[in-house]
């Protein structure tokens, strides 16, 4: 309920106050369950708001100390960022959670055995990068999403006194960061799965359930409209893209640099996972007054000259590199952007912008969320319903 400053958690740095979270009240108070999933490391900022208090976020071994003495009944997802500290001489956070009673898991089939009433920390089995889950778009068949981290955070916390669980989609930002529409796409659907799982608990409990669905910040300033579209709207274009831009720098372009690989191979990839094709391709829709997705010379141009600075290595950036390409790999970033704008999509930032978020409400005391308001409204709503005070 209170503003803080930019990158702390939870505390006052001025005047070195630490806030009590709407989760730490409900288990005190109220003796809730609380559980907390996140797509990317459960020690990263937005996860970290529910149960740390640090001048930084990037406190990572702090802020997984206060995880563990947290005594929240579930984690899941992406793994520990430093879960030991950087000098490596303090204890690990999963043994510390062990020693805690934590289950610790790193597979699914720990995860899946687990009960009503366990208290656990999981780290999803496969790992992507940073070690945070993989984009959905990336996510192998089998591999669990995160509608199942929910769906079985909801067993394991469902009791008489009640539950609060935080989930986030925290890699929709990141993809956002990167302006790939299509992973932050996938990862939007994914995280609209993951609410299907709490509206189908919801429905059993409609009477005592609250579901609010919201982000922290837009990322991007991705809008609809594109000038060199003629406004229309070409969507289809993007089930080209079968791969994050994470992963195409983890799995193509590391190699690429390493091994010099030439401009006509690259280009073969970027079809084939980007659906890109050669000026002159076959296969061009006539009905598409855009190209579909046949590049035009101007477009691949701008690949070929982004592919040189990424194959040089050179990490210095000038204003207009750095207007073009921010802090990413300059092959990737100007593949997305093309593909983008061939959509009819377009981007204004790699960084977080001021557009309004929603808020999405639907349950008990759905009708407290209506209209425009400040975020840190949001707590005072909360603790109204849940006749938590202030501590």
Same mark, same amino acid.
């Given at each position: 309920g209170y503003k803080t400053h930019s990158s702390s958690i939870n505390v006052d740095i001025t005047k070195?106050?630490? &806030?009590?979270?709407?989760?730490?009240?409900?288990?005190?108070?109220?003796?809730?369950?609380?559980?907390?999933? #996140?797509?990317?490391?459960?020690?990263?900022?937005? !996860?970290?708001?529910t149960y740390a208090h640090q001048a930084s976020r990037k406190s990572n071994y702090p802020i997984g100390l206060e995880l563990v003495e947290s005594n929240?009944? &579930?984690?899941?997802?992406?793994a520990l960022m430093e879960p030991q500290d950087k000098n490596k001489d303090k204890t690990s956070i999963y043994d510390l959670a062990k020693d805690a009673g934590y289950k610790v898991c790193f597979d699914q089939k720990s995860a899946a055995s687990l009960k009503n009433g366990d208290k656990a920390l999981v780290i999803a089995e496969t790992l992507a990068d940073s070690d945070s889950m993989s984009y959905d778009n990336d996510r192998?068949?089998?591999?669990?999403?995160?509608?199942?981290y929910v769906r079985k955070g909801i067993e394991v916390l469902d009791n008489k006194k009640g539950f609060f669980m935080m989930v986030e989609g925290g890699k929709v930002d990141w993809a956002c960061h990167a302006n790939d529409a299509r992973s932050s796409i996938a990862d939007t659907l994914a995280l609209s799965e993951a609410v299907e799982e709490a509206i189908a608990f919801y429905n059993k409990h409609p009477k005592e359930t609250l579901i609010l669905v919201t982000a922290d910040h837009e990322t991007g300033g991705l809008t609809i409209g594109y000038a060199g579209t003629d406004y229309n +709207?070409?969507?289809?274009?993007?089930?080209?893209?079968?791969?994050?831009?994470?992963?195409?720098? #983890?799995?193509?372009? #590391?190699?690429?640099?390493?091994?010099g690989v030439s401009f006509e191979?690259?280009?073969?990839?970027?079809?084939?996972?980007?659906?890109?094709?050669? !000026?002159?391709?076959?296969?061009?829709?006539?009905?598409?007054?855009?190209?579909?997705?046949?590049?035009?010379d101007?477009?691949?141009?701008?690949?070929?000259?982004?592919?040189?600075?990424?194959?040089?290595?050179?990490?210095?950036?000038?204003?207009?590199? &750095?207007?073009?390409?921010?802090?990413?790999? !300059?092959?990737?970033?100007?593949?997305?952007?093309? +593909?983008?704008?061939?959509s009819g999509l377009g981007w204004t930032s790699n960084s977080h912008t001021g557009l309004p978020v929603p808020v999405f409400a639907l349950g008990a005391g759905q009708e407290e969320f209506k209209g425009f308001y400040d975020n840190t409204e949001i707590y005072k709503k909360m603790a109204k319903l849940t006749k938590v005070v202030k501590d």
């Open positions: 070195k106050i630490k &806030y009590r979270t709407i989760a730490e009240q409900l288990r005190d108070q109220k003796k809730w369950k609380i559980g907390v999933i #996140s797509t990317v490391n459960l020690n990263h900022a937005t !996860p970290a708001a929240f009944d &579930y984690f899941a997802g992406g192998k068949k089998g591999e669990w999403a995160l509608r199942d +709207l070409f969507f289809r274009t993007l089930d080209g893209q079968k791969i994050s831009y994470a992963k195409f720098d #983890s799995d193509y372009v #590391s190699a690429y640099k390493k091994n191979t690259v280009m073969a990839d970027v079809e084939k996972l980007f659906g890109l094709k050669l !000026p002159g391709s076959n296969g061009l829709d006539e009905s598409d007054k855009n190209g579909g997705l046949v590049l035009t101007y477009e691949l141009g701008r690949i070929k000259t982004a592919y040189q600075k990424t194959i040089s290595g050179d990490k210095s950036r000038n204003q207009m590199e &750095y207007d073009l390409y921010g802090t990413y790999e !300059p092959l990737t970033i100007t593949i997305t952007h093309v +593909l983008n704008a061939k």
